[in-house]
């Protein structure tokens, strides 16, 4: 088994569609489609590619903590509290544990996620 695994941007398989959840929908319909590519064996440790279409949505980290790189699109977080930050094709960010705030995306988003907790 390798320890080196590079992810795909762009993934043959087919992903795992959704939707927001109600509680979390603040504009739009956005879909959201995953491509999760690799987990450690606990699964604390998860990483893909994620893909969202136009719309608003709370965005809630918890305990977890997710580094995102954008791959295509256009997106506004506004954490709570904060100013909105746009991020475009090519930034990267880091989302905390304890992070809430607005995701809006402009532009569908993809991006390359990892995410840990």
Avoid at 58 to 74: A, P, Q, V, W, Y
Wanted: glycine share 10%.
């Amino acid at each position: 088994m390798s320890l080196l695994t590079t992810i795909d941007t762009n993934p043959s398989a087919e992903p795992k569609i959704s939707k927001a959840l109600p509680e979390r929908l603040v504009a739009g319909d956005p879909t959201f489609r995953t491509w999760a590519q690799d987990s450690s064996r606990d699964g604390t440790v998860r990483t893909g590619v994620w893909e969202a279409t136009a719309g608003e949505t709370i965005s809630i980290k918890g305990e977890t903590f997710e580094f995102c790189h954008i791959l295509d699109g256009i997106l506004q977080l506004t954490e709570d509290g904060g100013e909105p930050v746009t991020y475009r094709k090519g930034d990267s960010f880091v989302m905390k544990p304890g992070f809430r705030g607005v995701w809006k995306t402009i532009e569908t988003v993809r991006k390359i996620y990892v995410v840990v907790g």
